[in-house]
């Protein structure tokens, strides 16, 4: 697939994540790769706000947004991850640590994901367009 067909309709595309995750370096490179420039923001820098993981709750569910692998989760106290059983337990923890996302979301107009594979992101952009 050329990089011009991934470029042909313009849209808003964001990438969430942090500078030194190897799956956000990926994703960078695979956009750049296929002309695209997304607005990065750093979660680390910048947090995340209450409204931004509303519109992605609508479009991904929590526990695929909530990343139990990660040294943040690791890091809890156990009784507080016992405690993260539904969206709105996991929204409150994200939005108080927002290390806890799984890393990179992405999006493409209206269009999410979380997670980086070449796949995912070729069908977002085409299902975008």
Not at 21 to 38: F, I, N, S, T, Y
Not at 89 to 99: K, T
Not at 108 to 128: C, D, H, I, Q, T
Request: with cysteine; hydrophobic share 45%; aromatic share 6%.
């Amino acid at each position: 697939m050329s990089a011009h067909a991934l470029t042909a309709q313009p849209q808003t595309v964001r990438l969430y994540g942090i500078t030194n995750c190897d799956q956000v370096r990926a994703a960078r490179a695979w956009l750049k790769a296929h002309g695209r420039e997304p607005e990065f923001i750093d979660l680390k820098k910048s947090g995340l706000d209450a409204a931004t993981l509303d519109r992605w709750l609508t479009h991904l569910p929590w526990d695929a947004l909530l990343n139990r692998r990660g040294l943040t989760w690791r890091q809890l106290d156990p009784n507080l991850r016992a405690q993260i059983v539904d969206q709105a337990s996991a929204s409150e923890i994200m939005l108080a640590q927002p290390l806890l996302i799984k890393r990179p979301v992405l999006e493409v107009g209206e269009k999410m994901s979380v997670g980086f594979s070449e796949p995912l992101y070729r069908n977002l952009f085409l299902e975008a367009a």
